[in-house]
């Protein structure tokens, strides 16, 4: 595992040259290729991108990763740091690409990132900047963040309108706060919207800006794990309806990403396991190594070791850029992001939203989802233990509420948005760990079985 | 003027050749090499706009128009079919093409168009169908829509909504009922929602395809001149909020757009009339030879010659779909097609949705940028005696109404799109007729003379 405490990066020209080796650097760098993510080597993506590492006193200190025809090195070791002391800056973040031609965004991932005013400032458009926050997060950073955009900027002028916090709150009514609060400030089409929350502030901020005034650029400063390796990067925004989750939305980029590790401090612990089932989504659906990685670090992650959660955030942003930049709107691969999600949205909907967080029904999903890859004989009964036993040790839950029904699954599934011409698809678990396919061909009984397996009526 | 009264068209290849003369086919064609719109020789978009008529009988029977690397020929003369019986289909379009790369789309514009079920069917993606259409229009075409939907066609199933008709209807609660129908008839991403009515049904009905399931595929059938001619082609969609119009909405096209020019028999007057402000838009900021057309030509828009508004569409939509090609998101070029919008968006928003009808609001408002246009010195005052003249012929309003103030005005148009950085800019003819600037660069005197000179207070 790379360490990536203490970050530095530097940019590359876009040429897939790799940088030559260099034995007379202080620090004793020589180059090893290899890739950066297991699974490029296994699916079809390998030519997409290659990589880089550089490595100093036996560590990984440098990692370089071409997607498209971009590129850039991330440097992640305290061993570079310790010796050029020049060089401490602890503030300059790892940055991963999405991919997406002229909507191309960078996420940059660290520690302080917030206290770096120049990150923030070169993506704001326009002179006026609206946060969109909700009454949590805006006692714990709102100040911060408005001195990052303002601070040596005296030309742009910032508002901020404050959402009450929940998943139940993620609706019109709420959303038409964010245009009220928009419109009332004179906000124009240069305008750019900042989202500093969860998944839910995210979520809505970028439907908002999407839609005000036909859309406006915006921001997103994930503060939970669950936006930071998730919901944030991609440009999936919207709203839930009363029948069923981001129902009305959009598919809308942001011009960035910052996720500053330091917000993680004020996470509740149920919030960050609630994120952690994503993460270990990103492992069961394509990448294995990550998985197994996760199960040696569980722990950590609990512990909250800096670490230990950058590289996770890291890892988890990789894959998603690179299923995004591939997928953008979801005609197929990007789908398999959905793992656990068809039957983890039924349980909000049926339950009611905010009464699990998002991660806990996912979890509860993911483990319909792997008993019914089991059931279809598509995996070996391993990988179902192996799942409840990562999902426990999260503190996550492993089968959905008491009270959800059988019925309940069945209507809130009907309304999925991966329904086509009626036939409901799923991701499904099949063959070795680390792959899934997105699929309407199973056996509905073996569905149903799964579903009264879960239910007791 | 061409007849386009009994249309045929065929496709010609995407190469820029033109097609050879050919004498001795039976209606004895040949070819003469035009421009189809005289702003292309003006402007700077000659090069991508070349175009061929073909003459029978002294009379305009068919033209091509090549824009970008689309191509297509558009025939529109009786002698044609009186001459070809096999071919007296008077059901056949005229087609004018919206080239936006991959999300291209046709407009068919012709009489009898609902009652070809081939034409509206080729564009329905999915099984399911969802037509969004008011109060005023169901009981006259619902039926009928249904039919051309679903005839010969039986896989597809269809639901409508029926809205109440009205702009002060274009409201977030309103939309809402969109997305509720849409939801209980268990529409996936694979449907189809088809606007019938009005702009305020096509814009309602467009933004709700744009967010429902982050984006479903939309069909457009004005059935108002208002909407044949503007608000259906181009992709605006959106919604009003309480301190101003369309604030709320986003850019997303249609598959098709379907204008049978046998709806506007039931038009009221003060509809028809409304729609002709549109028209004679384009003629003020882009078409002199157009605006000369409909100066000698609006008895016979009034009396509702068919052959007369199906040319009045087509060369409105003709204008449109240049703009649009040239600047989808309204970076600049696009703005020009908002001359008098943004005195008009004040009236319709500071005297109340659905008092005026928008083209009224808009006619008054062309007047006050003429105004301004002559205050600054950059148009003769012909070209302000002629709009005066044409609109009162038209019985169109020539001044706001009375109870507007300058504050008014000045409130509204302080949160208009077209503010960037504080600075409201405006479309406003410059030179000889036919052409325009969208500039914030003129003198705020001089507007403020022209909003006192339409306001007592």
Redesign the interface.
């Given at each position: 595992m790379a360490s990536t405490t203490n970050p530095l990066y530097a940019s590359l020209s876009a040429k897939p040259s790799l940088p030559k080796p260099n034995n007379n650097s202080s620090s004793d760098l020589f180059v090893r290729v290899q890739n950066v993510n297991a699974v490029s080597l296994r699916s079809s993506f390998v030519s997409r991108t290659t990589a880089v590492e550089l490595i100093g006193g036996g560590n990984s200190v440098l990692s370089a990763t071409r997607m498209g025809s971009r590129s850039m090195i991330c440097a992640s070791s305290a061993q570079v740091v310790d010796q050029s002391p020049s060089k401490t800056d602890s503030k300059v973040p790892t940055i991963v690409e999405v991919d997406l031609g002229s909507r191309s965004y960078p996420i940059y991932i660290g520690s302080g990132l917030l206290d770096q005013p120049e990150l923030l400032q070169r993506h704001v458009h326009?002179?006026?900047v609206l946060v969109v926050t909700n009454n949590t997060i805006a006692p714990l950073y709102l100040d911060k963040v408005v001195d990052a955009l303002t601070r040596g900027n005296p030309n742009v002028s910032v508002d901020s309108v404050i959402l009450p916090d929940g998943e139940k709150y993620k609706d019109?009514d709420t959303l038409?706060k964010v245009?009220?609060k928009a419109?009332?400030s004179?906000l124009?089409?240069?305008s750019t919207f900042v989202a500093l929350g969860g998944g839910v502030i995210g979520d809505m901020c970028g439907?908002a800006a999407?839609?005000?005034?036909?859309?406006v650029n915006f921001i997103q400063i994930p503060t939970t794990v669950m936006a930071q390796v998730d919901s944030s990067v991609g440009g999936?925004?919207?709203i839930n309806?009363r029948?069923?989750k981001?129902?009305?939305?959009?598919?809308y980029q942001p011009q960035c990403v910052l996720i500053d590790t330091d917000t993680l401090n004020t996470l509740p612990d149920r919030e960050l396991a609630s994120g952690l089932a994503e993460v270990i989504k990103y492992g069961l659906i394509r990448d294995a190594e990550f998985f197994e990685w996760q199960e040696k670090n569980l722990k950590s992650l609990l512990a909250r070791d800096p670490s230990a959660l950058a590289y996770a955030i890291k890892r988890s942003c990789e894959n998603k850029a690179e299923v995004v930049s591939l997928d953008e709107?979801e005609s197929g691969l990007r789908a398999t992001l959905n793992l656990g999600h068809t039957f983890g949205h039924a349980i909000e909907t049926g339950f009611g939203y905010g009464q699990w967080l998002h991660g806990e029904a996912v979890a509860a999903g993911m483990v319909m989802a792997v008993d019914l890859s089991y059931r279809l004989g598509w995996i070996d009964d391993s990988i179902v233990k192996r799942v409840h036993q990562i999902l426990r040790e999260a503190k996550l839950p492993t089968a959905p509420p008491e009270t959800m029904t059988v019925e309940m699954f069945k209507s809130v599934m009907?309304?999925d948005?991966?329904?086509?011409?009626?036939l409901l698809r799923l991701i499904l678990l099949k063959g070795p760990l680390g792959n899934c396919v997105f699929t309407g061909e199973y056996d509905k009984k073996a569905l149903d079985e799964t579903l009264h397996a879960f239910c007791k009526s």
């Open positions: 326009g002179k006026r019109m038409m245009f009220d419109i009332e004179r124009d089409r240069r439907y999407a839609s005000f005034l036909r859309g999936k925004t919207g309806h029948l069923g981001n129902l009305i939305g959009a598919f709107k009907a309304v948005k991966k329904v086509a011409d009626g």
